[in-house]
Structure formats: C-alpha cells, structure tokens
C-alpha cells in the first residue's frame, strides 16, 4: 500500500510541476500582451494630443485652424506613422477647432 501510495504522489508531482510551470507562463503571456495594449493606447493618445496642439499653436500664430492633415505635416514637423494609423482631420470652418479622429489599423 505504501508503494501505491507513492507512485501515485510521484505522478501527481510529475504532472503538477509542467501544469504549473504551463500556467505561469500562460499568466506572463496575458500580462504582457496588456502591457503592449496599453502602451498601444497611449501612442495614440500622444499623436491625438499633439495633432490638437498643432492646431492651437496654428490658430494662435495665424488666426486659423489647420486646412487640411498636410499643412500640419509641413509647417509643424509632425510625422504620422501612417503605416500604423490612419488619422480622420475634419475641418469645417477656419475658426472652429478640427474634428481629429485616429484609428490604428488592422495589422
């Protein structure tokens, strides 16, 4: 009965130790494709901010909003990874701020 008994507990601790060591990195794996989302987020958080600051330092210079996305482009230094996001500019009259949307897009 004692030998039952600890093949039984040796199996057990065979199995336990990769199922363990599998959850860990399964918990990892979670963690850091967060981490990768957030600071996704973030990025495109900061281009929306300074695509906005572009457009008040504009209308503080000149007395108008931005025309278009490629005024900001060349006046302002701005680079867009366009790759990587798409960006809705919509600007419907010259004193009124923009409308800015941007999108990342599907990889």
Known sequence: MGRRKSAVASVLRGLLLPV?????????????????DGRQQEEMKRLEESLRRACVACYAEQGIYPPDLDYIKEHYGLQIDEKRYTVRYDAFAENLMPDITVLENAK
């Open 20 to 36: 363990g060591v599998a959850v860990v990195i399964l918990f990892f794996a979670a963690a850091l494709d967060s981490l990768d």
